[in-house]
C-alpha cells in the first residue's frame, strides 16, 4: 500500500471542502470495509485519504414516520434495529444477509449506498422499499429517489465534494410483508450471483395484492426495480401467478457474465429469487 | 489433548515470520513477469536505484557479475533462476527483486523498473503443451531427484509408468471395459500464514528464517547456491498444505540480501501466492475392465499434471502418485502412465495429497457409473473389491493394516447411510449420498537417502528438550512428538520442552509433508528416547550407587523402583548438574529396503505405510438453481494408534472443510490471453465456517507393526477423500455423473437441463 495523508475532519461541511479541493486525490472512507481493500489492492491510489468517522452526527437509526438512517450507521445496527424489524423487515433482513457479522460490524449503510457495486445487497432492498438518499455538501443537503442516484456501476449522481449522509426509508403500508433473498456460490461472504428484494401489500378484506414491488442487485449495471411486479396488482398473489411475474421479472434484468457464471444462469437464479421472494413476501403479508 | 501451543496461539503470544524483525533488516519487493511467456529484452533499473530509500536491485546483471552466485536452484528438479535470466515463463514470474529501507519504498520503486519484454507465444494448458510444435517453456531440463525422467524435444519434463499383471490379458478377461475422462482445475492453498522470508548472510554464512516446510533440503540447496554454509530456521507456521514444501523465495531473497550487505525481509501478498505455487490443473483417462459380478479386473489409469513454468516441486509429486492412481483395490492387471508437463501456469505444488486426491474422484466416480450400470449396490462394489492385509499393491508391495472396509463402513455408518433420505414433495430439492475410498502413500525415497533424525537432552534445568526437525505448522507435530518422548522416557510432557526446525539446533530431517511426520520422526523420537533413558539410568546408579535395574524414570526424577517416593531418588535438575557431561542421545528412523512377510517372502517397500480411508457425504441440490449443498459429511482414516486423538479428529475435519472449496467452487480462472482473472480473494471463493456441513470424525486405530507405539500418518487423507464422495452424492441426487470439478450450480443446472430435455 502506498503511504497516503489521513484527515479526519469533524464535520460534514470540512469533509466536503477537502473533497472538493483535492479532487480525485482525495478518498473517502466510512467504515473501511470496502476502501481498505480497494487500497491494498492498489485499486486507488489517493494522496489522501478522508476518514468520515469523526463526523458527529451521522450514526442512528429513527423510525418516525420514515425509517431515517444515518450513513456511518453500522449495517449490524441495522440489522439489529428494534424498529426496522418490525416495520421495514425487508431492509433488516437485507442487512442481516451482508457478508459476515465481522464485515456487518464495519460496514456502513451509507458507505454501501455511496460505494454503488451491483452485487450488494442493501441498495437492492432500499430499491424496493423506494428510498430515497440524503447527501450533502458545503452548498447544502438534497435528497435523490434511489431509482435516480445510480448511473452505472460504482457510480453515482454524486457531484464531486457530495457526500451521502443518511437514507430514508418511506414506511410500508399495513398488511405488507417483505423479504430478501440472495445466491452465492461457497460462503456467504462471496459476492452475490445475484440478489432480489420483494415487497407485497395486501388488502386484507379482498386477499388481492393492494401493492407490490420487486428489485434485483446484480442483476444490470445498477439496481433494477422489476415492473413486472405491478402485474399482481388487483390478483390474488397465487404461486402461479408469481412465478409468471418472475419470469417477466427475470426477463427485464441484464445481468453481466462473470466468474460468478453466465448469463443464462444469473436469469435463471433471479427468476427464482424474485420468485421466491414474492412467495415469501405475501405469507408475511398474510400472518 | 489441546495441543501445547494452542493457549499461546489463542493469546497471540506465538511469533510466526511475519513478526520477525532482525536489526538492520531491509525490505524486499519482487518485481514480476505480467505476461506468461516472454523474452527479456532488457531491464532498466536506474530509475528505481535513484529512488531515495532504496538499497539496490537484483537483476539478471547482478546474479551473473557473482561468480560464487550459482543462477539455477531447485532441490527436486533443477530448472529455477534466482530471476529470469532469458525469459519470463508464467504470470508473476520474478524478473527483479528490489531492496529498500522500508517496503513502501520498495514497493515504489518496484513499479520504476522498466522491464522490455517480447512476448512469446504461450501454452498455457496440457492439450497446448503437447501439441506438435508447440512452444518450448524450457529449451533443456535439469532433474535431480533420480526416478525423474524427461522427454526431450517436448515439455514432458517427467514420464513414467507402473504396473502389474498383464494389462492387455486383463482386459481380454474383462466382461464390461469402462472409460472415463476426468479433470480438476488449478486452485490455491490459501495458507493464513502467507510465504515469507529474512535473509542474512554475513561473515560467511547464510542465515534464512522462512516458514518453509522442508528447512533442511533447503540449507543444502542454499550452501550449494552460494558456496557458504547455511542455516534455516522456522518458526510456527499458520499453514502450507504443500505450498511451502519446496524454495521459491528463499534462494532469490538470500541471493537480494547478499547483494543488499544486510538483512532482507520478503513477505508475499496474499496475491502474489497465486503466483507462486498452486495446485496444478489435472487430467486422466481411466479404462476398468469388470467381470459381470462386479470384480475389478484391470484398470489403466494415464494421467496429465500440468506444472507449470517449474517443475521444482509438481514434477515429483505427480510421479510419487503413481503409486496410488489405481486405487484401494484388489486388481490383478493394472497400468498407470504419468505425464508431468511444463506450461505457462505458475509452478504447481503438492496439495494435501495431491494428485491423489484427484485419481481418487476419477476412479471412484467411475466405480459407482459400474456399480449403476451393473444393478450393483455402491458399498457391496466397494466390499468386493477392497484391499485386504496380505494383498499385493500394484507397487509390488504387500499390504498390512489395509482397514480399507472398515474406513468404509465407519464414515457410511456414520451419516446414517441405510436411513430414507427426507422427501421433496415439489421436485424441487434433489438428494442423494456418495462415498469414496482412497489409498495414500508417504514419502519413501530409497534407504540411502533416508533422514529423519530425533535428538533427546537433558538440561540443567531438569527439563528433556526434544529437538526435530519437523516444522511445527499447526498440525500439533510438537505434542504429538512431545506425547511419545513422554511415554518413551516414562515422564510427564512439564519435564519435557520441544525445539523446533532449526537447522543447526536439530538433527536432519527431510521435509514435513506426505503425512510423514508422525511416523517417521516419532520413531526417531522412541529411539532416541530408549538410548537416553540407558544413559540416565546409569548416570542415576552411579551417582546413587544402586544397580540401574532398581531405578525408574518418574515425572520428578530417578527414582528406586521400591522407593515410595520419600528419598533415595535425584531429581532430574541435579542428575543433570552432578552428572557435569551432557546427558544426551539421538536416534534415527531409516525407511526404505524391503519388507520380509509372514508368506515367507520378500516384498518392495514403494511406501513405508499406506493409510487409507473414507468420506460419506450427503447432498442437497436445488433443482431451480443446480446448487448443491452439503448436508452432513463423515471422514474415516486409518491411524494406526491414535497418539492425540483430537489432533487426527481437527486434522481429519480441516482437510474435508478445505477440500469442499475445489471441489464445490474454487478454480483459477485464466482468460485467452492467460491472464489470471482471480487472484485475489474478493474474486477468489474459500470455504468459511458457513459451508462447513454437519460432520463426523471417524479413525481406525489398529496398531500399526513398526510405527512409533503403533501409529501412522494421516495428515493429508481427510482432504483426499472428499470430491469422490461428493460427485457420487451428486450423481445419486440428479442421475448425472460429473467428470470434472467444480460443480459449479450453472454447470450443475445445464446438465439437468440436459437430462431433462433427453427425457422428452
Redesign the interface.
Known amino acids: 500500500?502506498?503511504?497516503f495523508e489521513y484527515i479526519r475532519p469533524g464535520a460534514v461541511g470540512e469533509a466536503s471542502q477537502i473533497l472538493a479541493e483535492r479532487g480525485d486525490g482525495a478518498f473517502l472512507i466510512g467504515g473501511g470495509s470496502a476502501a481498505v481493500?480497494m487500497l491494498r489492492?492498489g485499486v486507488v491510489r489517493p494522496e489522501c485519504v478522508v476518514d468520515l468517522g469523526g463526523v458527529a452526527g451521522l450514526r442512528g437509526i429513527e423510525a418516525n414516520g420514515a425509517l431515517r438512517i444515518g450513513a456511518l450507521t453500522p449495517i449490524r445496527a441495522l440489522e439489529l434495529d428494534g424498529g426496522a424489524r418490525s416495520r421495514w423487515g425487508l431492509l433488516a433482513e437485507a442487512a442481516s444477509q451482508v457478508a459476515?457479522v465481522r464485515v456487518r460490524n464495519a460496514a456502513t449503510v451509507g458507505g454501501a449506498v455511496a460505494y454503488g457495486e451491483p452485487q450488494t445487497d442493501t441498495p437492492t432492498a432500499l430499491t424496493a422499499l423506494g428510498a430515497s438518499v440524503r447527501a450533502a455538501s458545503a452548498k447544502g443537503e438534497r435528497a435523490v429517489p434511489i431509482g435516480e442516484f445510480y448511473l452505472g456501476p460504482y457510480e453515482t449522481v454524486l457531484a464531486p465534494g457530495e457526500i451521502v449522509v443518511g437514507v430514508d426509508v418511506p414506511e410500508p403500508p399495513p398488511h405488507t410483508g417483505g423479504a430478501h433473498l440472495k445466491?452465492t456460490?461457497?460462503?456467504?461472504?462471496?459476492?452475490p450471483?445475484a440478489n432480489a428484494s420483494a415487497l407485497v401489500t395486501l388488502d386484507p378484506a379482498s386477499g388481492k395484492c393492494a401493492g407490490a414491488r420487486a428489485a434485483m442487485g446484480a442483476a444490470g449495471p445498477t439496481p433494477v426495480a422489476a415492473q413486472a411486479a405491478e402485474g399482481l396488482l388487483g390478483e390474488f398473489p397465487s404461486p402461479e401467478r408469481i412465478a409468471e411475474v418472475a419470469a417477466a421479472a427475470a426477463e427485464e434484468a441484464d445481468p453481466m457474465e462473470d466468474?460468478r457464471?453466465?448469463v443464462?444462469?444469473k436469469r435463471?437464479?433471479l427468476k427464482?429469487l424474485v420468485e421466491r421472494a414474492l412467495l415469501c413476501a405475501t405469507q408475511r403479508a398474510q400472518a | 489433548m489441546p495441543t501445547l501451543e494452542a493457549a499461546d496461539k489463542a493469546a497471540g503470544r506465538v511469533a510466526y515470520m511475519g513478526d520477525l524483525v532482525i536489526p538492520g533488516m531491509a525490505h524486499a519487493k519482487i518485481v514480476r513477469s505480467p505476461l506468461p511467456h516472454a523474452r527479456i529484452v532488457a531491464i532498466d533499473a536506474e530509475a528505481a536505484r535513484a529512488l531515495p530509500g532504496v538499497v539496490c536491485v537484483l537483476t539478471r546483471d547482478e546474479v551473473r557479475a557473482d561468480p560464487d552466485m550459482e543462477e539455477i536452484y531447485g532441490f527436486v528438479y533443477r530448472d529455477a533462476p534466482l530471476v529470469a535470466i532469458d525469459k519470463a515463463r508464467h504470470q508473476g514470474d520474478i524478473v527483479a527483486v528490489v531492496v529498500a529501507e522500508d517496503a513502501?519504498t520498495a514497493?515504489?520503486a518496484a513499479e520504476l523498473v522498466d522491464v522490455d519484454y517480447e512476448e512469446l507465444p504461450a501454452v498455457m494448458n496440457v492439450r497446448e503443451a503437447l501439441a506438435d510444435g508447440a512452444p518450448r517453456v524450457h529449451e533443456e531440463f535439469f532433474p535431480i531427484a533420480p526416478e525423474l525422467r524427461p522427454q526431450a524435444g517436448t515439455n514432458i519434463c517427467h514420464h513414467a509408468t507402473i504396473g502389474c499383471g498383464d494389462i492387455a490379458r486383463g482386459f481380454a478377461e474383462a466382461d464390461f471395459v469402462y472409460e472415463d475422462e476426468f479433470s480438476a482445475p488449478p486452485v490455491q492453498h490459501c495458507a493464513l500464514d502467507l510465504h515469507a522470508v529474512v535473509a542474512q548472510v554475513e561473515d560467511g554464512q547464510i542465515t534464512v528464517w522462512t516458514n518453509c516446510q522442508s528447512p533442511f533440503p533447503l540449507g543444502r540447496e542454499l550452501e550449494r547456491m552460494f558456496k557458504m554454509p547455511a542455516r534455516v530456521i522456522v518458526p510456527y507456521v499458520g499453514g502450507g498444505f504443500g505450498s511451502k514444501s519446496r524454495d521459491r523465495l528463499e534462494c532469490v531473497i538470500t541471493a537480494a540480501a547478499k547483494l543488499a550487505g544486510r538483512p532482507v525481509r520478503c513477505v508475499l501478498s496474499q496475491?502474489e501466492t497465486f503466483m507462486t505455487f498452486i495446485r496444478p490443473a489435472y487430467a486422466n483417462r481411466i479404462q476398468t475392465g469388470v467381470k459381470r459380478d462386479g470384480t475389478i479386473v484391470a484398470r489403466r489409469n494415464t494421467f496429465y499434471v500440468d506444472v507449470g513454468g517449474y517443475a521444482i516441486s509438481g514434477a515429483r509429486s505427480a510421479n510419487n502418485t503413481l503409486k496410488v492412481a489405481t486405487g484401494p483395490y484388489r486388481i490383478p492387471h493394472a497400468e498407470v502412465n504419468c505425464y508431468a508437463v511444463y506450461t505457462n501456469k505458475p509452478p504447481s505444488s503438492p496439495y494435501r495429497g495431491l494428485p491423489t486426491t484427484q485419481h481418487t474422484m476419477a476412479y471412484e466416480a467411475q466405480l459407482d457409473r459400474i456399480a449403476r450400470d451393473l444393478g450393483m449396490d455402491r458399498l457391496e462394489i466397494r466390499r468386493k473389491n477392497l484391499v485386504r492385509d496380505g494383498d499385493t499393491h500394484v507397487t509390488g508391495d504387500y499390504l498390512r493394516s489395509a482397514h480399507a472396509r472398515e474406513c468404509m463402513e465407519k464414515a457410511a455408518a456414520a451419516i446414517g447411510w441405510d436411513a430414507p433420505l427426507p422427501a421433496s414433495p415439489d421436485g424441487k430439492t434433489l438428494r442423494g449420498r456418495g462415498v469414496s475410498c482412497t489409498i495414500k502413500y508417504t514419502l519413501t525415497p530409497a534407504r540411502q537417502m533416508s533422514e529423519n533424525g530425533a535428538e533427546i537432552a537433558l538440561g540443567q534445568d531438569g527439563v528433556f528438550e526434544i529437538r526435530i526437525g519437523t516444522v511445527n505448522i499447526g498440525q500439533g507435530s510438537d505434542t504429538v512428538m512431545a506425547q511419545i518422548a513422554g511415554d518413551a522416557l516414562g515422564v510427564g510432557l512439564d519435564a519435557l520442552r520441544v525445539v523446533h526446525s532449526d537447522t543447526a539446533r536439530v538433527p536432519v530431517d527431510s521435509s514435513t509433508t506426505a503425512s510423514r511426520s508422525t511416523y517417521h520422526m516419532g520413531r526417531a523420537v522412541v529411539e532416541a528416547a530408549g538410548v537416553l533413558k540407558g544413559r540416565i539410568l546409569e548416570a542415576a546408579a552411579q551417582l546413587l550407587e544402586r544397580g540401574a535395574d532398581s531405578l525408574a524414570l518418574t515425572s520428578e526424577g530417578v527414582e528406586p523402583e521400591d522407593g515410595g517416593g520419600d528419598g533415595g531418588g535425584v531429581s532430574y535438575a541435579e542428575l543433570a548438574r552432578r552428572v557435569g557431561s551432557p546427558l544426551a542421545a539421538q536416534g534415527e528412523c531409516i525407511v526404505g529396503g524391503t519388507y520380509d512377510a509372514p508368506d515367507g517372502k520378500t516384498y518392495p517397500i514403494a511406501s513405508t505405510f499406506w493409510t487409507f480411508a473414507s468420506c460419506a457425504a450427503e447432498v442437497e441440490v436445488d433443482a431451480?438453481?443446480?446448487?448443491a449443498r452439503i448436508v452432513q459429511a463423515a471422514a474415516a482414516a486409518t491411524t494406526g494408534t491414535a497418539i492425540n486423538p483430537r489432533s487426527i479428529e481437527t486434522q481429519l475435519e480441516g482437510g474435508v472443510g478445505q477440500e469442499l472449496?475445489p471441489t464445490?467452487?474454487?478454480q483459477m480462472?485464466w482468460d485467452e490471453s492467460g491472464q489470471l482473472?482471480?487472484a485475489?480473494l474478493?474474486?477468489y471463493?474459500?470455504?468459511?465456517m458457513?459451508?462447513m456441513p454437519r460432520y463426523e470424525p471417524r479413525y481406525v486405530d489398529h496398531p500399526f507393526e513398526g510405527g512409533p507405539f503403533g501409529a501412522k500418518g494421516m495428515g493429508e487423507v481427510g482432504a483426499v477423500v472428499v470430491p469422490g464422495a461428493v460427485l457420487n452424492a451428486v450423481y445419486d441426487a440428479t442421475g448425472v455423473l460429473f467428470h470434472e470439478m467444480p460443480l459449479?450450480?450453472?454447470k450443475i443446472?445445464?446438465a439437468l437441463d440436459a437430462k431433462s430435455a433427453a427425457a422428452q
Do not use: C, Y
Request: hydrophobic content about 35%.
Open positions: 500500500m502506498r503511504p481493500v489492492l459476515n445466491f456460490i461457497g460462503s456467504p461472504e462471496n459476492k450471483v466468474l457464471g453466465p443464462w444462469h435463471r437464479v427464482v | 513502501a514497493e515504489e496475491e431451480e438453481t443446480g446448487q472449496g464445490l467452487f474454487e480462472t482473472l482471480n485475489a474478493l474474486d471463493p474459500l470455504p468459511t458457513e459451508t459449479l450450480p450453472h443446472l445445464e
